[in-house]
C-alpha cells in the first residue's frame, strides 16, 4: 500500500486566496461606506442638540450673538459631535444662527460633506473646500 500525503495542492491554496481577495475587494468599500452612512448620525445629534442649546440660551439672553461653541463653561455647546466624527461651527447674529457640523477623520470621504442646520430648522448639506457632493440634502438627513 501507498502511504499518501494529506494537505493541499499550492494550486489549491492559490485558488482560496484569489477568492478571499475577491470578496474582501468587494465588501470592503461596501462597508466603508455603511460606516459613514450610519457616522452620519453624529452629525445629526450634534446640530439637533446644538441647535437646542442655542433656542435655550436665546430664551434666556434674547440673542445668539454672544452664545459660542467650545469647551469653556459658558460655551452653549461643545465643538465636536458626540461621537467625535464632525467638528462644529457656529456663525450667528443677534437673531440667526446657522451650525454646520464638518466632517473629519475617517468620515471625511463621506458623500454628503457638511450638515447645516439654522434657527428655523432648515436641514441642509454643503460640499468641503474644493468637493462636490452626489446626494441631496433630503437624501443626506435620511435616517437609513
Keep these: 500500500m501507498r502511504n499518501k500525503s494529506r494537505g493541499f495542492t499550492l494550486m489549491e491554496v492559490m485558488t482560496v486566496v484569489v477568492i478571499v481577495g475577491i470578496l474582501a475587494a468587494i465588501a470592503l ?33 434674547q440673542t445668539y450673538a454672544t452664545a459660542s461653541l467650545g469647551s469653556a463653561t459658558t460655551d452653549v455647546y461643545p465643538a465636536a459631535s458626540p461621537d467625535g466624527y464632525y467638528t462644529l461651527s457656529l456663525v450667528k447674529t443677534a437673531t440667526t444662527y446657522t451650525l454646520t457640523a464638518t466632517a473629519t477623520g475617517s468620515q471625511a470621504g463621506d458623500e454628503c460633506g457638511n450638515f447645516t442646520l439654522n434657527h428655523l430648522s432648515v436641514k441642509g448639506v454643503s460640499p468641503p473646500s474644493g468637493a462636490t457632493i452626489s446626494l441631496s440634502a433630503r437624501e443626506c438627513w435620511k435616517m437609513n
Design 29 to 61: 468599500p461596501t462597508y466603508s461606506e455603511y460606516t459613514r452612512r450610519a457616522h452620519r448620525t453624529d452629525a445629526m445629534r450634534g446640530l439637533m442638540e446644538a441647535a437646542s442649546a442655542m433656542e435655550r440660551y436665546f430664551s434666556q439672553n
